[in-house]
């Protein structure tokens, strides 16, 4: 729900963190762009589990038409 929560409330560089019982993480938007009928925005996710940390980062685009998000490969 934190990359949701990025994804809808956030401002570009701002950081939305996550804290579970063995786990803990961030979500933050980098950019946001046009997009047909909508606008993306590439995020950066860091998450912990068990003393192993995971880095990644990708693009969702959100349509007003359909009113729905979609991940974007690279």
């Known amino acids: 729900s934190a990359i949701h929560h990025a994804l809808l409330f956030s401002e570009n560089g701002e950081k939305v963190v996550w804290y579970g019982a063995k786990a803990s993480g ?4 980098v950019i946001t762009f046009p997009n047909g009928s909508g606008y993306c925005r590439r ?7 068990y003393n192993v940390t995971k880095d990644m ?7 007003h038409g359909n009113n729905t998000w979609t991940w974007v490969e690279k």
């Open 26 to 29: 961030m979500a933050v938007p």
């Open 43 to 49: 995020i950066y996710v860091q998450a912990t589990a």
């Open 57 to 63: 980062d990708a693009t969702a685009c959100f349509s």
